[in-house]
């Protein structure tokens, strides 16, 4: 069973800001600002020691100078104010009933031994009280099913089934921007940063039983409990897939990332051994996470290990042939029922595997061909790659592709190539706001379709 | 001495068009508005069979009936009628006397035997006349430092110092789009094709003479004389890099190219080490290669092992290093002079190498911290990195980087990764347009300026 005090991370009936701020620039600003931009329903209280008045947009908030002096039940006080005010804070929201508590401020456990301890007995008061804390040194937390932006990153994240949880502050808020830039739709994103009291393994256990969440990402540099995480990975996995970058894989890497959060990198070949124990997918850079992140989450399992390639250009189909026998993807080959295509190519085009429509492939090849390929019981899974020519604006190829695979149930996986410029840029992003993994090189959707066949057959041995 | 016929498919002082077409949609049609809008400015003759006048823009060209009526001399005619006029074409060409003949028309080897043959035959008359051929079966050519655009790929190709070669028609033209979407400068695109005569070796000599190219990409199946390639790669790479993508891997994959341009893929382990001693920087995939390309022709050798990173966020930071580790470059470790950093950096900072800035790391701690790696003797290469952060405009970051760089004279390479939301790839896209290889992903930059290093090493044990 989920923690009632971190489901009120994620749905909070009422959070109130602490440190809140009138002055544009202040992260007691941004957080109100998000948190209204981005249409949070519940009641937002700020509070602020000098009971300032603060604007957003057209609303305006009268501020508390005191969490106690809020005339309503608090789940959620995000705490933003200066390290050494923390401790009372703490206090008072215990007092209040408060039940979680994301701490934005930072200068606890990343600057030393001091700061650790004081960390500590922030976790001593808030277990006294009941509540759970999240951070400190945080950037915040997301939760999109309920328009929830309590962070001071951008504010227009996309919704999504990916969950991202970040350890480090600076690169969790880049890698906002980058999924908004990407098209990578988020149900939540969560800071962890000193993981004082919430850490990976309790947000797991959330995603696991969370409705609008279908795969994690994890950017990690390091975990404090090494078993209870993979346990709990391994469990969440037989669900949902989890991938993770983990940084410090190399010695000087591992030294540079001990700096960096204070926590102890380990070695990279335990922790690979565990990620694949316990079904993990194993990212090692941001592009290939998102890569993975977008077929793990957005697709069904593959109900067998017949995959077809569709293409339009012989150059692009050889490489993403290349990409399937190195990551362990069989082509279908069954010659008779390949011929099916030859209905839709010029007589010198190849129904072999990959199937080659040839450049002067247009619309009507490629509806047929996908069509035929999603309807094929043992056509199992798809790649649809495209070289931009002037026989067929990639946009519209995206299109097609969108009505064929929804009009098919999206019941088999399917990913998709486009090679090219502008046009083929934009019908990559359509594709990825319809929630069909698109990439701009066939190796990528490759490698990508890959992973999710490597955590479907982890699975299906589990059993 | 470079052949003057292959002098003349860049630099030709006259192009006749035969096979232009009035008709927008046709092949023939889009290589003269190519021609035109491109903007070349030698004379051009297009030739039809009827005679009809072609409209381009205010432009109206009236046409010859046969190459034989053009009332001048001709030093490329590109050759656009269907396959069997084309030996007819031919021999008129030799009786004009032109130098080179672009054959876009396909129909030839890439059919069979019988195409093989017909191919043969009009080399074997070409030479007669002492003309080359290039192609069959491609999508044409393209030298920006003279405006010339004789392809029906997109117009607006960005001037830069890479060339680019290209086996595969269709992916040929979807790179072409792909490298103005991502700011790749080009001095020029080849399409070989079916390679009856002009080879990659051909035209990499006339690379490593021409003053307008710095590195040659090669987008490559199969070579026909292995031995003559790779002499000429490996005395090309002496004075500039070559990367090439090799297609057709696998066992599967290699079959699969095989019957795509009927060139024999050979053993991938033969052209692995061939590639290595001939110092050729082998990419696996188009992104890599490009990314290679960037560093590779934009930026000077390094004159010593010393990487500097500079970085506002640990985590990058981290991953950077991982990467530099795996690359075999040294990250620069004398901690008295890394201490320099320390002036641009709050208490909490890291001067140790990778440099953090921190979070909080504005437009003055950057300028310095560049300022004062680019200054100093003992660091070598230098690699800035930065989380987008509402501290610093990631566009501001990529001024004050292409501002001090070229203060400093671009005398040391310089990387840059930006990892963000829309505000960090135009930051990226700015960098590239000043010809400063930047990425989105701290991995991908130091993988580039690893490159670089491999063939300068590989440079110096020559001598």
Redesign the interface.
């Known amino acids: 069973m989920v923690d009632p005090n971190i489901e009120a991370l994620f749905r909070p009936k009422s959070i109130a800001v602490i440190g809140a701020s009138e002055k544009p620039?202040k992260i007691g600003y941004?957080i109100m600002k998000n948190l209204v931009e981005y249409g949070y329903e519940g009641k937002i209280y700020p509070v602020n020691i000098k009971g300032v008045e603060i604007k957003i947009g057209n609303r305006v908030f009268k501020s508390y100078k005191s969490i106690l002096e809020v005339p309503d039940e608090v789940d959620m006080a995000v705490i933003v104010v200066p390290a050494k005010f923390v401790p009372q804070v703490v206090e008072d929201c215990g007092k209040k009933g408060v039940k979680v508590l994301p701490i934005i401020s930072s200068g606890f456990g990343e600057?030393g031994e001091e700061g650790k301890k004081i960390e500590q007995q922030l976790v001593e008061t808030a277990r006294k009280y009941g509540m759970r804390i999240l951070g400190p040194n945080i950037f915040g937390v997301v939760y999109t099913p309920d328009k929830l932006n309590a962070t001071?990153g951008?504010t227009d994240v996309l919704p999504g089934p990916l969950a991202l949880i970040?350890?480090?502050?600076?690169?969790g808020?880049?890698?906002?921007?980058?999924t908004?830039?990407e098209k990578v739709g988020l149900s939540a994103v969560v800071s962890v940063g000193n993981k004082s009291d919430i850490d990976d393994a309790d947000l797991l256990e959330f995603f696991k039983e969370d409705e609008n969440t279908k795969a994690i990402l994890i950017?990690m540099?390091g975990v404090k409990d090494g078993r209870k995480f993979m346990e709990t990975a391994k469990e969440v996995s037989k669900v949902k897939p989890i991938v993770i970058?983990k940084?410090?894989?190399?010695?000087?890497?591992a030294k540079?990332?001990a700096?960096?959060?204070g926590s102890l990198a380990g070695s990279d070949k335990v922790y690979d051994a565990a990620f694949k124990q316990a079904g993990v997918i194993r990212a090692?850079?941001?592009?290939e996470a998102f890569d993975y992140a977008r077929t793990l989450s957005n697709l069904p399992e593959p109900e067998g290990e017949n995959l077809v390639i569709i293409t339009?250009?012989?150059?692009?189909?050889?490489?993403a042939?290349?990409a399937?026998?190195?990551a362990g993807l069989h082509?279908y080959d069954n010659i008779e029922e390949l011929k099916v295509f030859a209905n839709h190519m010029p007589p010198?085009g190849?129904y072999?595997n990959?199937v080659?429509l040839t450049?002067m492939a247009g619309a009507e090849s490629y509806e047929g061909a996908i069509r035929d390929a999603l309807a094929h019981p043992e056509m199992h899974s798809i790649a649809v790659l495209y070289?931009?020519?002037?026989v067929l604006d990639p946009r519209d190829l995206a299109d097609i592709v969108i009505r064929e695979y929804n009009a098919s149930g999206r019941k088999k996986p399917l990913v998709v190539a486009i090679?090219?410029?502008?046009?083929?840029?934009e019908a990559i992003d359509r594709l990825n706001e319809e929630g069909i993994p698109a990439y701009?090189?066939p190796?990528?959707a490759i490698k990508a379709l890959a992973a999710l066949y490597r955590w479907s057959r982890w699975k299906a041995k589990q059993k």
């Open positions: 620039g941004a600057l001071f951008p970040s350890q480090s502050g600076a690169l808020i880049a890698l906002m921007g980058w908004i830039l950017y540099e970058i940084a410090g894989r190399s010695e000087r890497g540079a990332a700096s960096h959060t090692y850079t941001i592009g339009n250009g012989g150059g692009i189909g050889v490489m042939t290349d399937a026998e190195e082509l010198f190849s072999k990959p080659d450049g070289c931009q020519t002037a090679v090219g410029g502008i046009e083929a840029k701009p090189e190796e990528r």
